[in-house]
């Protein structure tokens, strides 16, 4: 069954220090996203990404974050300079068609210290 | 601005008996509904799904219902098992997916 798939599973970084989050989704999907979900609270959206450009970013997703999809398969979230609230899990979803489920990863759980 | 939310952020349930996770939403121009199981330390995973053009839609031992007057949808499980355990998410699709806070579900032996 296709997946999405995240790495790494989980990351260590210093306060200030740039992280570069990956995923590969389904192959055929058109549209993708990365949410975050802080400890024991929802999941929230960052950032929709659809024909390589963004679709719609959160007032969560400011300068310090970006995204890529550098070669057609994978889709990246960057962090420029990290802070303490930063810890997290970063799911990266992608979706088919404009209105379907959208199937996740696994998650990367991003801890700034 | 628009919200989904739950209106309960935790259930207890006997095994064998059937739950019920109910979520309301905002945004009435929403047309697209799913529910998703999360799993510790997983990622979030579809359950079902329901247009707005549907009341009720029934799969393997889950039924989700829509109530669009009062803007509520609500997942129901048949014979709750041990597995069940998990947090469960609404959201809509609107130009992307708001999720709802959670109901984290306890299936007691």
């Known amino acids: 069954e296709p997946e999405v798939t995240q790495t790494p599973s989980h990351q260590v970084t210093q306060m200030g220090q740039e992280v570069i989050l990956r995923c590969v989704p389904i192959s055929n999907h058109l549209y993708f996203y990365w949410y975050r979900q802080i400890l024991g609270q929802k999941v929230e959206f960052l950032v929709s990404?659809?024909?390589?450009?963004?679709?719609?970013k959160s007032e969560i997703f400011d300068d310090q974050f970006s995204v890529e999809r550098p070669d057609g398969s994978n889709f990246t979230l960057k962090i420029r300079s990290t802070k303490l609230e930063d810890s997290a899990m970063y799911f990266c979803a992608s979706l088919h068609a404009r209105q379907g489920s959208a199937f996740f990863g696994q998650g990367t759980r991003l801890t700034v210290v | 601005g628009e919200s989904v939310g739950l209106h309960l952020p935790t259930l207890s349930v006997q095994e064998g008996d059937n739950s019920i996770i109910n979520c309301a939403y905002s945004n009435s121009a929403s047309d697209y509904f799913i529910w998703y199981k999360q799993e510790s330390g997983k990622g979030p995973q579809f359950i079902i799904d329901?247009?707005?053009?549907?009341d009720k839609r029934q799969g393997q031992r889950v039924t989700v219902l829509l109530n669009k007057t009062v803007k509520h949808l609500s997942l129901q499980i048949a014979a709750t098992q041990p597995g069940d355990s998990a947090v469960y998410f609404c959201?809509?699709?609107?130009?992307?997916?708001?999720f709802g806070t959670g109901t984290s579900l306890t299936v007691i032996p």
């Open positions: 329901i247009r707005s053009n549907m």
């Open positions: 959201a809509e699709n609107g130009n992307q997916f708001y």
């Open positions: 990404f659809y024909n390589n450009e963004i679709s719609e």
